[in-house]
């Protein structure tokens, strides 16, 4: 279902020191997963407002990095499985995600984790590792 469900995790907050390490084994398990090519293996987003919507403000308007993925194809509505690093403050952070992209931004401690997921709207689900 490529991501579009209500509990699929929309941001993943990760200590600054383990941060790049979370990254790096994020791209290699996608990699490993799909094979190089996830194209056959992924649904495609439900609809053009939703893909439109997506390829807008989560691919584009970002002001992060992509870290692995980002390609899409309009005409099938079709999203690589995509990991961008974004800051807290990033728009693309700001509206559930509802497709194949994980958005992962660092924190300074438990403190500021719990601070910002304490000062949004509440979510269906949360977990915790």
């Not at 383990?18 to 398990?29: Q, R």
């Not at 403000?57 to 690589?80: A, Q």
Request: net charge negative; with cysteine; charged share 20%.
């Amino acid at each position: 279902n490529a991501g579009q469900q209500c509990i699929a995790p929309d941001y993943v907050l990760v200590h600054k020191a383990v941060a790049p390490a979370f990254l790096e084994a994020c791209k290699k398990v996608i990699a490993d997963f799909y094979q190089g090519d996830a194209k056959d293996g992924i649904g495609r987003i439900v609809n053009d407002r939703h893909f439109q919507r997506l390829q807008t403000t989560v691919l584009t308007n970002h002001g992060g990095k992509i870290i692995c993925g980002g390609n899409s194809i309009p005409e099938e509505r079709y999203i690589e499985p995509t990991v961008l690093s974004l800051p807290l403050d990033s728009p693309a952070m700001d509206d559930e995600t509802f497709g194949p992209v994980l958005m992962v931004a660092t924190v300074d401690s438990m403190d500021d984790a719990i601070r910002y997921v304490a000062g949004r709207e509440k979510s269906l689900s949360q977990y915790i590792f």
